[in-house]
């Protein structure tokens, strides 16, 4: 029953309109900014990158072939933007309930070629240590690379981004990509408040049932990703199949039941007697 409840409960709670939005402007300048969907392409795992720890990696590095991964390209000396992101994140990482790490990982990798292994780290304790989890988690790295290996996975994602010199800026979309286990992109989610329940189902999905509870993949098989949203919302057609399977098995259950207990005072009349 309580199995039941759940699913129920987060059913409700998930009927919410996504708060992200892709913003466009006039200025010409600004258009550049932009994020082209390349869903079901696969990234370029190639990339070189560096660690927290100044230690180089190749993309592949981070991809067993079957945990998900929440992509974030942003940078470590950014004035707004990228902090209203991770932030964002790691207050919907806090309430996902999937296991940090063993279910999923998260890679943030700088866009820009000046950051270092340094301020990759101190980013990584300061997002760690609000998830509540250890300094040196491999669940979420920070990463730092050239400028040639970064732009070849931003193409490949198609997030679009651009320097402002007199700014001494980038300037860049708000948008966090998730990949399956081989680095196939399954998901864009926009904005920089992310509901946990999208950025939940965004992993079950990428996963393809190989992470997550019954209730998880029940919770997954009532819900679809609508991109007018930006956010995944009830499919009614597999809600009413849910809904009668879960019935069907509930008026199961209470047959049994009364079953038993009728058998049970059969018996006990039967020993009085």
């Not at 720890?53 to 707004?80: F, N, R, S, W």
């Not at 940090?100 to 780290?121: C, H, K, M, N, W």
């Not at 992109?185 to 992470?211: F, P, T, V």
Request: charged letters at 25%.
């Amino acid at each position: 029953m309580s199995t039941f409840i759940q699913i129920v409960f987060l059913l409700i709670l998930s009927v919410q309109a996504a708060t992200g939005q892709v913003v466009r402007t006039s200025d010409p300048e600004l258009n550049k900014i932009d994020v082209i969907e390349h869903l079901g392409a696969q990234i370029p795992l190639d990339v070189k990158l560096i660690d927290s720890q100044g230690q180089t990696h190749q993309l592949k590095d981070y991809y067993d072939g079957e945990k998900p991964v929440v992509l974030i390209l942003a940078y470590y000396h950014c004035p707004m933007l990228c902090n209203l992101v991770l932030d964002g994140v790691t207050r919907a990482l806090y309430s996902v309930r999937l296991k940090f790490g063993e279910d999923y990982r998260v890679l943030t990798i700088s866009i820009d070629p000046r950051d270092t292994p340094q301020d990759a780290l101190q980013k990584k304790e300061s997002m760690l240590k609000r998830l509540q989890e250890p300094p040196d988690s491999d669940g979420w790295e920070f990463l730092v690379g050239e400028e040639k290996e970064v732009k070849r996975l931003a193409d490949a994602v198609g997030f679009q981004y651009f320097f402002v010199e007199e700014k001494n800026q980038y300037a860049h979309p708000a948008v966090i990509m998730l990949t399956d286990g081989t680095g196939k992109l399954s998901r864009y989610l926009y904005g920089i408040e992310y509901r946990a329940n999208d950025i939940k189902l965004g992993l079950l999905e990428a996963a393809q049932g190989k992470i997550g509870s019954t209730t998880d993949k029940i919770l997954l098989f009532c819900f679809h990703y609508d991109p007018d949203a930006k956010g995944y919302v009830l499919f009614a057609s597999n809600l009413m199949k849910a809904g009668g399977a879960l019935t069907l098995a509930f008026l199961g259950l209470f047959i049994v039941y009364f079953r038993i207990k009728g058998r049970k005072q059969q018996t006990i009349q039967g020993t009085i007697s």
